[in-house]
């Protein structure tokens, strides 16, 4: 079991430190975002992976606002009442990735729990316009839970995506703590149902140093592949401000690669487990 620290501030380890971006294509991309303001959740996020997934033409953009209609404890999104739907959206989306010229596109959105569709037909038609302007663009789906409603979840079945991703976040015992408004159960059942419904690629993301042990990390790991989930990435926590949760524990590198190790044993087809990692950290290999 790891040893959990209680309410004691915690300095960040040398492995947690980010190297900054470099490399041509991050610079050209750079400079496209700040020239056409585009808003990707890359640079909006601070990702500590940018510049490594812009050098290999992956990038990340986020729908329906920046409003969310939860408050989750670990998320750094503003939370309160969305603006309304901005239905040129999916074509400023798609535009971006062609001036971006992104060979895979993931899309994620705020949870939109005002909407009787919970914001699916957006995300329909996004996926939509981003096959009609890049053909060739490959594409991954970050989505929210929609509630669990089956209406909801078809509509991003019909749009067939190559990848589509919703995180169960931490384990089972902390979820009412972390995600406030989302039930472990209720996200094993979507991730369940997508794969069911036909999805080729399903994949799920766990953040660890919020007070877990490493048998609940092992069993949300099992349960997601009895879940059918093909790929998990697992990271480590940060705490975004200080009315967040707080980190509880930074995880060695060592017990990263020993949740991998399990995690190709149980038969993932990928895992990504390391302090750095993000949910779209290495996304265009998830596609194979």
Known sequence: METVVENVPIGKPKWLKVKLPIGQKYTELRGL????SLNTICTSGS???MGECWG???ATFMILGNVCTRSCGFCGVKTGRPETVDWDEPEKVARSIKI????HAVITSVDRDDLKDGG?????????AIRRMNPNTTLETLIPDFQGMERNLDRIVEANPEVVSH?????????REVRIQAKYDRSLEVLRYLKEKGINRTKSGIMLGLGETEEEVFQTMTDL???NVDVVTIGQYLQPSKKHLPVKEFITPDQFAKYEKFGLELGFRHVESGPLVR???KAQKHIL
């Open 33 to 36: 975002v700040d020239k056409y």
């Open 47 to 49: 990702c500590p992976n």
């Open 56 to 58: 290999e033409g992956t």
């Open 100 to 103: 971006m010229n992104i060979k």
């Open 120 to 128: 699916s037909i957006i995300w329909i038609e996004t996926v939509k």
């Open 167 to 175: 995180n169960v976040e931490t384990v089972r015992r902390l979820t």
């Open 225 to 227: 592949r009895n879940a």
């Open 279 to 281: 949910s779209s950290y």
